[in-house]
Structure formats: structure tokens, C-alpha cells
């Protein structure tokens, strides 16, 4: 496949360590080491995971192992306490046991796991995070949001790097507030597929809050490609590729064919009117998007 070699997107290894998470198109998963070399080779140089990945850690641990071109990580730290004098020891045993299995030396970023504005304003949490960077045990530390508070918290506070967010052409909110205000941090995009909803809702046989809205608007979204005579998933990945102000892109899929698409289609370049079109809908901030009012 030939793919731009220096690029900005991110693996996430959520769907690749458990087969089973979020809106998939259910296409088998490839073989994890296979798949990992070809990640690599395509210039895909990051990727992002986290303990409670299932066998993700793992599996990118064994590539490690046996394969010397390597990943840079960004993972995570789960299961903290408010005020909690054990949280160094916890964040510490975390990276420990994280880079063990990874089988790396370096962390890219730790993110905090928890979207919780108690444990993102904690002054343990906040400390830990100080002095694992201070020690050199990871570059950089982050906070992965869902909502305003959390991301106007993280903006305000100098401790963290970086701030992983979901942007989308549904939602583009947060990541105007990020990327217009004063604090330059690193701002990572998850979730371009709204959690793979956009492309795959009809997959899931249970309902849940919102399904509804977001059937209408994927409906609307691909009358307005075919309008366009573009393809649908293309805009939808080119255009969250066309923002400015994101420093990485969280592309994920358990499936080579999948991801090669996704790659491909990347660079489409949209026509501005339809973008324009496009920003009118992502501006809003609507309770549909945000997957934490999903369940009830
Ligand atoms: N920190 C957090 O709180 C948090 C939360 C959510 C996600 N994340 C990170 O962000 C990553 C992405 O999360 P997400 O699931 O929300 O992302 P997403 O990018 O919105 O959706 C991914 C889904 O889209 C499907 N997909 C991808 N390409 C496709 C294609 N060409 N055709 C059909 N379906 C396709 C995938 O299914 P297939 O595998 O079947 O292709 C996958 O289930 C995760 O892996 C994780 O690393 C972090």
C-alpha cells in the first residue's frame, strides 16, 4: 500500500485486544503479530492501549519481543482513589507492570483511564503524575476526556501534556474549546468513527439511548457524501484529518482491509462547501454523542 511514511495517527489497540469491544463491522481480526508488522511497515508508529485492553498489552509486548522495530506507547492508569495516600505506589506498580509486558524501555504518555473530574483535580493523582515525569518513568502524561469540565480542567492545569478527545464529524466541540484556547497541549483524536456507530451501528442487535438520533444522522451524513459524490467513509476520516491543531489521530480497526481504507481514504480532500456543511452539524454539542449517555 503506499502511505504517506510520516503521518499523525495512532493505533488503538482497544478492538485488536478485545475482539468483541464497541460498533465493529465484526470482519475476523487479524493474526496479532502479522497485524503488528503490518502496522509498522505502513508507517504507523504509535500506539495507543491500556492494562484493561484485554490481551492488547500482551500482544504488543510479544511483537516487541521478537520483532526490532518497535512502537512508541501510550497507556494508561486505572482503578484510582480520591485522596488517596497509596496512589504513587498504584501509578508506579502500573508503569512497572505495563513496560513488562509491553516489553519497552520508554512510555510516550501515561493517561489517566478514569474520565473523572475527582480523579483529574486529585492532588495525589496530580503529584504522581509530576514526579513519574520528573523521574523520566514516561515523557509526557495525559487526560482522556469526554465532556466540557473535564477538558476545561485539563486545559487549566500545567501537569498534563496531553489530552486525548473525541472528535468526529458529529463532534467537533471539544476540540474547538481545545484548540482555540490559550494552553497549547498535545491533542490527540479518538473515536473518528463515533466508537464505530457511524459505520456499523445496524450490527448491534441491542438498542440504547439515542440509537435513534443516531441512525437519523448517519442517514442524513450519507445523503450529504452522495450529494457530494464522495465516499462516505472517506469524509468521514478526511475530515477529521482536514482540522488543524491535531497532533495525532486514533485510527483504530482489528482488520488489515479495514485499516488499509481508512489509511487510504485519509487524504481525501473535501470540497470547503461541504465542509462547511459538515462544521454546522460537528459545532453543536448534542447528549447523542457523547457514549457515556448511551447506557442508562
Ligand atoms: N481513553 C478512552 O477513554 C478511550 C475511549 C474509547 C477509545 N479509546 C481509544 O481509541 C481507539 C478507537 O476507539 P473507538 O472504538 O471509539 O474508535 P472509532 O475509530 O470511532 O471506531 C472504531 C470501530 O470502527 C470500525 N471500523 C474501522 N474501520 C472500519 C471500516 N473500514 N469499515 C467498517 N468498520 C470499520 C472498527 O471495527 P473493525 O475492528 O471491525 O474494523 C472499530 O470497531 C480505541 O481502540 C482506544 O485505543 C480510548
Redesign the pocket.
Known amino acids: 500500500m503506499s502511505f504517506q511514511k510520516k503521518n499523525k495517527f495512532i493505533f488503538?489497540?482497544?478492538?485488536f485486544g478485545m475482539p468483541a469491544y464497541?460498533?465493529?463491522?465484526?470482519?475476523n481480526a487479524s493474526n496479532s503479530d502479522s497485524f503488528l508488522k503490518y502496522i509498522h511497515n505502513i508507517g504507523i508508529r504509535n500506539i495507543?492501549t491500556a492494562p484493561s485492553y484485554g490481551h492488547a498489552e500482551n500482544s504488543i509486548g510479544l511483537y516487541h519481543k521478537y520483532n526490532d522495530k518497535k512502537f512508541n506507547i501510550w497507556t494508561?492508569v486505572d482503578g484510582l482513589k480520591v485522596n488517596s495516600h497509596f496512589t504513587m505506589d498504584q501509578v508506579l506498580k502500573s508503569i512497572k507492570e505495563s513496560k513488562k509486558k509491553l516489553n519497552v524501555s520508554e512510555i510516550e504518555c501515561l493517561?489517566l483511564?478514569q474520565?473523572d473530574i475527582a480523579i483529574i483535580e486529585d492532588k495525589f493523582v496530580q503529584n504522581a503524575l509530576k514526579e513519574i515525569k520528573i523521574c523520566g518513568l514516561v515523557k509526557k502524561v495525559g487526560v482522556?476526556i469526554y465532556n466540557s469540565l473535564e477538558l476545561e480542567s485539563a486545559l487549566s492545569n500545567d501537569i498534563f501534556d496531553t489530552i486525548?478527545l473525541p472528535v468526529s464529524v458529529v463532534n467537533t466541540h471539544l476540540y474547538n474549546v481545545a484548540n482555540k484556547h490559550i494552553c497549547k497541549k498535545t491533542l490527540v483524536a479518538?473515536?473518528?468513527?463515533?466508537?464505530?456507530t457511524l459505520?456499523?451501528i445496524e450490527k448491534k442487535i441491542e438498542r440504547f439511548n439515542y440509537f435513534d438520533e443516531i441512525c437519523t444522522m448517519i442517514k442524513f451524513l450519507k445523503e450529504l457524501a452522495y450529494s457530494y459524490k464522495v465516499d462516505y467513509?472517506g469524509m468521514l476520516v478526511s475530515y477529521v484529518n482536514s482540522l488543524e491543531g491535531l497532533d495525532h489521530i486514533?485510527?483504530?480497526?482489528?482488520?488489515k482491509t479495514?485499516?488499509d481504507?481508512?489509511l487510504k481514504k485519509s487524504g481525501l480532500k473535501l470540497n470547503q462547501d461541504l465542509k462547511l456543511k459538515i462544521n454546522e452539524i460537528s459545532e453543536k454539542l448534542n447528549d447523542w454523542t457523547n457514549p457515556r449517555n448511551w447506557l442508562s
Open positions: 488503538g489497540s482497544a478492538g464497541g460498533f465493529s463491522s465484526s470482519s495507543d494508561k493517561y483511564h474520565n482522556s486525548q479518538r473515536s473518528i468513527f463515533l466508537q464505530g459505520l456499523n467513509m486514533i485510527v483504530s480497526s482489528k482488520n479495514n485499516l481504507k481508512i
